[in-house]
Nanobody, 125 residues
Framework: QLQLVESGGGLVQPGGSLRLSCTAS????????IGWFRQVPGKEREGVSW????????NYRDSVKGRFTISRVAANNTVYLQMNNLKPEDTGIYYC??????????????????WGQGTQVTVSS
């Protein structure tokens, strides 16, 4: 079993930045592709970004391209989501999820075997 923990959420003004982290205590975390998702009340969970096991491939939803950057540091068992130029529509609970098979498309929630508990991101003035 893989337990994922997200951190780094908070309240930020439009145009601001946050860096989310997704980490696990087990090094087997590094044998999983990781996806970031977000959800707001009344809407389905949507895929935001994805990184392959090796870290050499990434994907982003169109609305965050050029603003968000996903990366991973194997030595820290951590995947980061750097979010710049945040907009009110980026508000939501952000979840990370782990997939040992790199299934595509990354935005399918059922591709992922393990999920974190989520971290709240609020973009508001």
């Amino acid at each position: 079993q893989l337990q994922l923990v997200e951190s780094g959420g908070g309240l930020v003004q439009p145009g601001g930045s946050l860096r989310l982290s997704c980490t696990a205590s087990k090094p087997t975390f590094n044998l999983h592709a990781i996806g970031w998702f977000r959800q707001v009340p009344g809407k389905e969970r949507e895929g935001v970004s994805w990184i392959s096991i090796s870290g050499s491939r990434t994907n982003y939803r169109d609305s965050v391209k050029g603003r968000f950057t996903i990366s991973r540091v194997a030595a820290n068992n951590t995947v980061y989501l750097q979010m710049n130029n945040l907009k009110p529509e980026d508000t939501g609970i952000y979840y990370c999820a782990a997939d040992p098979y790199e299934r595509v498309p990354y935005s399918r929630t059922w591709n992922y075997d393990w999920w974190g508990q989520g971290t709240q991101v609020t973009v508001s003035s």
